[in-house]
Structures are given as structure tokens and as C-alpha cells.
């Protein structure tokens, strides 16, 4: 890939949180503080790099995870948005991404997930961050739940 930029469609607190992350090598902005919006605190944030779907350039932004396994599980919300996030559009068109977890930075492939795999791990996701319910109730969209395997 070539050189990393920072979204820049993402809210200022975003990409200041991005960048935190990136400079302290993960020690500030692996766990992020939820409760301003309407989490219950302290809950862990990666970093995702797609791959632009137009421009073909790497995108980077922070993401609330899960585990599933020895796999990581985000969410697609864009807050109830009708329309899907562009990095889930890109993640779609390539899978392969780059995640950076804490210091751990690796390369991984995306899926999304449906049926009973995706009840449970958005169950899951919920539990860690129950603004998830809201921002399902805003949209007529299912919000995709992502699976990302290390390669």
C-alpha cells in the first residue's frame, strides 16, 4: 500500500483519535471512551485501512471491535445513516485490509456475516456498545456486521 491518509469525511474527534493512535503506536486510542456518546465507557477502538473502491488509495479510520475467536468483528452503522459507510463499500469491493489492534498492525480479509452469525455477534456488539440498537431503529438498512480474519 502506499502512503496512509487519514479519512477526511471523518467528525474532527475522529480523525484527532486516529491520529492519537497512530503516533502512540496504539498506547492512546486503543480504548476509547464511550460514554460521551451514549456508551458505557471505556470500550476498544482499531484502526482499519481499506482500499479506496474509485481512487485506490488506502483509507484509514478508527472502528469499535469486537472478537470473535481469533478474528475481529466491527459494525457498519455510520450512526443510522441510510446509506452504508464508504469503508464498508470498499471493504466489499477489496477485501483484504489492514488492521491495527493496540501495536499489533496486520494484514486481514473481510467478510460480512448473515444468519444465526450475525445474530450472535451483533448480540455481542450491542452488549459493548448499545448505541448499536439506536442507530438500527434509525435506518432501514440491516447494518452489516464485518468478520476481519488475519491473513
Known amino acids: 500500500m502506499s502512503e ?23 498506547a492512546d486510542g486503543h480504548m476509547w471512551d464511550s ?11 482499531l484502526l482499519l485501512t481499506t482500499t479506496g473502491r474509485r481512487s485506490g488509495k488506502p483509507v ?6 469486537g472478537e470473535t475467536g481469533n478474528s475481529y468483528v ?19 469491493a477489496h477485501p483484504e485490509v489492514t488492521l491495527q489492534v493496540a501495536a499489533d498492525r496486520f494484514q486481514g480479509n473481510a467478510r460480512t456475516v448473515s444468519g ?7 448480540e455481542q456488539m450491542v452488549d459493548l456498545y448499545p448505541p448499536y440498537t439506536d442507530y438500527q431503529n434509525k435506518t432501514d438498512r440491516e447494518i452489516p ?3 476481519i480474519e488475519r491473513i
Not at 60 to 65: H, K, N, R
Request: hydrophobic content about 40%; overall charge positive; charged content about 15%.
Open 145 to 147: 456486521v464485518v468478520v
Open 35 to 45: 460514554t460521551f456518546a451514549g456508551g458505557k465507557g471505556p470500550i476498544p477502538t
Open 116 to 122: 444465526a452469525e450475525r445474530t450472535k455477534l451483533w
Open 4 to 26: 496512509i491518509t487519514i479519512s477526511d469525511k471523518l467528525p474532527t474527534w475522529m480523525k484527532d483519535h486516529a491520529e492519537r493512535y497512530l503516533k502512540s503506536n496504539g
Open 60 to 65: 484509514l479510520l478508527p472502528l469499535i471491535y
Open 74 to 92: 466491527v459494525i457498519a452503522s455510520k450512526g443510522g445513516a441510510p446509506q452504508h459507510p464508504a469503508w464498508y463499500l470498499n471493504l466489499t
